[in-house]
């Protein structure tokens, strides 16, 4: 989540504080950085999620999950891409709205049902659109997963995320409606 603060009481012109982020606010953060494209967030459906990776951490109450995005028809043909997913407080003693996986370490893992809007998470996906447009700024949203790109590879060049806004491209998008269609997260 952003604030833009109100100019009237700052002597600043413009002042963001940046915090964590659930999944709806980065979704809705991506729109809204890009406001004269709409082939981010209306061309996911292409891309298959065909495999899922799932990585319970217990004792930090965290999810890691890591899907294989596969877009058969991409600007450049056959595209593979990892986007990835980090829920926070994950409930994994749960008494409602149960959801039962089998981990990447073929353990069974129970937690209550996800929320786009409940949960901060922390994402990433090795794809060009995430890389340019969004590490950056995801990383000082406290939204991204693993490492931020060096700044050297930051210079030069027209802005490529003119509104400085974080955000998801369309694989991560993909990767949040394949677990809603599969009933973990609502
Ligand atoms: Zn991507």
């Known amino acids: 989540m952003y604030y833009n603060s109100d100019p009237l009481h700052n002597s600043m ?11 709806r606010e980065l979704y809705d953060s991506a729109v809204a950085a890009f406001p004269n494209t709409t082939r981010r967030q209306h061309a996911t459906d292409p891309i298959r999620i065909v495999s899922l990776e799932w990585t319970p951490f217990l004792g930090l109450k965290t999810l890691f999950i890591k899907g294989l995005a596969q877009n058969p028809d991409g600007t450049r043909g056959f595209s593979e891409y990892q986007p990835m997913i980090l829920w926070k407080n994950v ?34 996906c090795d794809c060009g659109d995430f890389h340019w447009r969004f590490n950056y700024y995801d990383y000082l949203d406290k939204s991204l997963y693993g490492r931020k790109r060096s700044k050297y590879e930051s210079q030069g060049g027209p802005p490529a995320n003119p509104q400085e806004m974080p955000g998801m491209c369309k694989h991560i998008m ?3 409606k394949a677990l809603g269609d599969a009933g973990v997260v609502e």
Do not use: M
């Not at 370490?105 to 922390?122: A, K, M």
């Open 91 to 124: 409930n994994y003693n749960p008494n409602r709205r149960v959801v039962e996986i089998i981990a990447s370490d073929r353990q069974p893992y129970r937690f209550e049902r996800l929320e786009y809007n409940g949960h901060d998470v922390l994402v990433r």
């Open 174 to 176: 993909k990767l949040f």
């Open 13 to 23: 012109p413009e002042f963001r504080l940046w915090l964590e982020s659930t999944a």
